[in-house]
């Protein structure tokens, strides 16, 4: 299985292990069958959770109402849905967004 996958109406489905409290926002590899992500956001009263959409948000240049937390909510493994997103997943990993 691999970290990322598109559904039936093309939107993209990211399945990601969080870090939170962690010294800079960034993707830091694979964790498993999930992508690491490390926040520097605390994992309190969904602080995490609100760092972590607005990260992929500005990533993949979609709204913010277009990032979905579908599952994993209080938990580090999440699985996220992009919808209409213009970008590849690579995107997580271009240090020039930054």
């Known amino acids: 299985m691999r970290w990322y996958r ?12 969080i870090q939170p409290g962690a010294k800079n ?3 830091a590899g694979l964790h ?11 994992p309190v009263e969904g602080k995490a959770n609100t760092a972590l959409l607005k ?7 979609v709204p913010l109402s277009r990032v979905i937390l579908k599952q ?3 938990s580090r493994h999440k699985v996220i849905v992009i919808q209409q ?9 271009d240090e020039s967004c930054d």
């Not at 598109?6 to 292990?17: I, R, S």
């Not at 498993?32 to 605390?42: E, S």
């Open 6 to 17: 598109y559904d039936d109406a093309d939107n993209l489905v990211l399945t990601l292990h």
């Open 25 to 27: 926002t960034a993707a």
């Open 32 to 42: 498993g069958d999930a992508l690491k992500i490390k926040l520097a956001a605390p």
């Open 55 to 61: 990260f992929l948000a500005e990533r993949f240049d």
């Open 72 to 74: 994993g909510d209080k």
């Open 85 to 93: 997103s213009a970008h590849d997943p690579a995107v997580l990993f």
